[in-house]
């Protein structure tokens, strides 16, 4: 099976910065999303990484380490909207998108 | 970016009945469409893949009699959810992706309740 594990919560101020990790063990792997979801809606798609590195869009940025097993997703100038679920997910060998349990992210004024 | 649909949103029913939730891909042609459901402040679940023309694969411990997924064509796939109990009350969500297309995209959910 997939293990993805990332943090269960975390909370920050409005127009501060949080980073959100991933750790995975996969049989195989094509890419890794990460994705937006709020209360009651269904995900929305933030970033994809598939190569070692840094991927930069807007406010938000993804970094991948394929060697380590390891993502973090980076919210910068938070804002009270971004409030939500963060799920972390990763395509295995088989290309049946295996999801983190999701970190829930709390902005505070 | 590319847009997939559900319907209904929200459905409440009572325990025996079956319920069909459709999902289409709207401006472009999904060969393959999965299923997941969400239970509440939990990740989601896949419980099948489903390409078009042919029949679905279930993940383990997902019953294929009780949740029947049809993909008759590239922009339509069905779940149905046959004689419903209430531990079946949960959040499904579709996600459709096109030939060699790199994400997935979400349809908006389907809220079941079964009473």
């Known amino acids: 099976g997939q293990n993805i594990d990332q943090p269960t919560e975390m909370t920050a101020t409005e127009g501060a910065i949080v980073q959100i990790n ?3 063990q996969t049989s195989g792997f094509n890419g890794l999303f990460w994705y937006q979801q709020h209360a009651g809606e269904a995900p929305t798609f933030l970033s994809y990484n598939v190569l070692d590195g840094l991927e930069e869009k807007g406010r938000f940025s993804s970094f991948l380490s394929r060697s380590k097993g390891y993502s973090y997703l980076l919210l910068k100038e938070l804002q ?4 939500a679920s963060y799920l972390c997910a990763v395509i295995p060998g088989d290309y049946k998108l295996s999801f983190g349990a999701g970190t829930t992210v709390t902005v505070r004024a | 970016g ?10 409440i029913c009572k325990s025996g009945t079956s319920v069909k939730i459709e999902c289409r891909s709207l401006d472009f042609q999904a060969t393959t469409m999965f299923w997941y ?5 939990k990740s989601l679940m896949l419980m099948a893949t489903s390409n078009e023309g042919s029949k679905a694969t279930y993940e383990q411990g997902v ?3 009780k949740f029947l997924i049809n993909h008759a064509s590239l922009t339509l796939s069905t779940l149905t959810v046959t004689s419903a109990h209430p531990e079946d009350s949960s959040f499904y969500i579709c996600s ?6 790199r994400e997935g995209y979400f349809g908006p959910g389907t809220r079941l309740t079964v009473l």
Request: proline share 6%; charged share 30%; glycine share 4%.
């Open chain 1, 22 to 24: 991933c750790t995975y």
């Open chain 1, 80 to 83: 009270m909207k971004d409030s």
């Open chain 2, 37 to 41: 459901r969400q239970f509440p402040k």
């Open chain 2, 2 to 11: 590319a847009v997939v649909s559900q319907h209904p949103s929200r459905v």
């Open chain 2, 63 to 65: 019953e294929k009699d």
């Open chain 2, 96 to 101: 459709a992706r096109e030939l060699a297309g």
